[in-house]
């Protein structure tokens, strides 16, 4: 099966099908504007019928023995990897993202496809010490029902696939609504490699539509058994809100103000080097980038010098240019919220423009903003763009104070101190924190749920592998 561009169907019971509506959306090449395909504009009464194939088809899915179901994981994976080369171009053209981040979010899809075909045959459960003599307590695996998956636009096949590899190996069926941004890659591939593999009917269903009409009655649906949500905070809190009041199970992986921590001591050109990756790669629009830069004050001149040195000479463009370091914005609406809301009202507050701050169409220069205070919008909100605010404290509880004042996902600690990098990290209240490295793409999945906080702490000991265009560059460009 060839892939093919979006043909404005839905995947339902295991049947390509039209929106009820019979309406349909553009999608577009986010670099060029260009109609690639389209897509189905599903709405409640889609919805309606994928969770009643779902719910259908979970009971025997659940029932096929481990094996079975882990057969059908690596036919899905099978697929994945015939269509690499397609896939990744695919992605390049609806998300905007350069090469390597295409190819890095269809390899980790396939990687976790794998990895979830080997888990399911693993382990089913433990043998646990009895309460009393005589007695045998067992503890096995069982699936929750199923899932609702609503998936964002930057990484769209990976962050579905996060979910949706382990909930079918151990038993559960989907409802997946992709982002209307990138619906092909973040929906229509993943039916089409089903109807591949041989899923049965129902196991996983894809809606595509947008997030008023498809996502929030996915949200809302009585016969979803979790619901599982990467988006904004905004509607994070919504879809909390609703769930509460129904006892319902979610799972949410929302954005935040992550920061990027320079000591007195760090090494400034390795952090220079490590930021140009944390606020940059994808055009820093990933709920881990970096949004504030928090330097204390004697090392706060060089780094500002070192960031901008490499912001300036990287080159904006055509992600099918290999030259090109940073591809466009996603849309008109994520580069009019980045420059109207972050960037202008930040300059009119006082802050300095060091570079950039100007765009054409979708391709945003990569900006460096000085003298940025807290009560500025480039420092209390997720930025989700290729800027780089930089705000001075003059000492280390400074820094710790103001990293911990917003809501945040990841950090980045630098210092020549390992101890005293290790003991910052232990401060802050982030569940993933490195300390000399940039972000990485591991750690969260080790991060499990309870009733405690679990910290994923990663320190650097040997020599960074940092894409080139993130190293100091010999020449300017403006």
């Not at 960031?307 to 849309?331: C, E, M, Q, Y």
């Amino acid at each position: 099966m060839a892939l093919g561009p979006g043909d404005g169907r839905l995947y339902i019971d295991g049947e390509f099908t039209p929106a009820a509506s019979g309406r349909t959306g553009v999608v577009e090449e986010k670099a060029t504007g260009r109609p690639i395909g389209s897509y189905a504009l599903g709405a409640a009464e889609d919805v309606e019928r994928a969770v009643a194939a779902a719910r259908a088809a979970q009971p025997g899915w659940a029932e096929l023995s481990a094996p079975e179901r882990a057969g059908h994981l690596r036919a899905l994976c099978g697929y994945l990897e015939q269509r690499y080369a397609e896939l990744v171009e695919q992605s390049m053209r609806e998300t905007g993202g350069v090469r390597a981040k295409a190819e890095d979010e269809v390899g980790t899809s396939i990687r976790q496809l794998a990895l979830s075909a080997v888990q399911v045959s693993e382990n089913a459960g433990d043998i646990l010490p009895p309460y009393k003599a005589g007695k045998l307590s067992l503890s096995r695996t069982v699936p929750l029902g199923v899932l609702g998956l609503i998936t964002p636009w930057n990484y769209p096949m990976n962050l579905a696939m996060r979910a949706l590899a382990p909930g079918l190996a151990f038993g559960n069926t989907v409802v997946l609504k992709p982002a209307e941004l990138t619906p092909v890659i973040g929906g229509q591939v993943l039916a089409e490699a089903a109807a591949y593999a041989g899923l049965p009917p129902g196991v996983l269903n894809v809606v595509t539509g947008d997030g008023p009409d498809a996502g929030w009655a996915l949200a809302r649906h009585q016969g979803v058994d979790m619901l599982d949500f990467t988006g904004s905070r905004e509607v994070g809190l919504a879809i909390s809100r609703a769930a509460a009041g129904e006892l319902r199970d979610i799972r949410l992986e929302l954005g935040g103000s992550n920061a990027f921590v320079v000591l007195d001591d760090a090494d400034v050109e390795l952090a220079a080097d490590c930021a140009m990756v944390a606020s940059l790669e994808f055009q820093g629009q990933t709920c881990i980038s970096a949004s504030r830069h928090i330097v204390q004050r004697s090392v706060a001149d060089a780094y500002t010098e070192a960031i901008t040195r490499r912001a300036a000479a990287l080159k904006v463009g055509d992600p099918f240019d290999a030259g090109n370091a940073l591809g466009p914005l996603i849309s008109p609406a994520q580069r009019d919220r980045l420059h109207r809301t972050i960037v202008e009202p930040s300059l009119a507050m006082g802050a300095r423009l060091v570079t950039g701050g100007t765009y054409e169409g979708l391709f945003y220069r990569p900006t460096v903003l000085a003298d940025v205070t807290p009560a500025m919008p480039a420092f209390r909100e997720e930025v989700f763009g290729p800027v780089l605010p930089v705000t001075v404290v003059d000492t280390q509880e400074e820094a710790v104070a103001l990293t911990n004042g917003l809501p945040m996902l990841m950090n980045s600690v630098f210092t020549r101190d390992l101890i005293r990098g290790l003991s910052v990290a232990e401060r802050l209240q982030a569940g993933e924190v490195h300390v000399n490295d940039a972000h990485a793409r591991h750690g969260a999945e080790n991060q499990m749920p309870g009733f405690t906080r679990r910290q994923w702490i990663g320190l650097q000991r040997t020599p960074l592998h940092l894409p080139d265009w993130a190293t100091a560059p010999a020449t300017q460009e403006s």
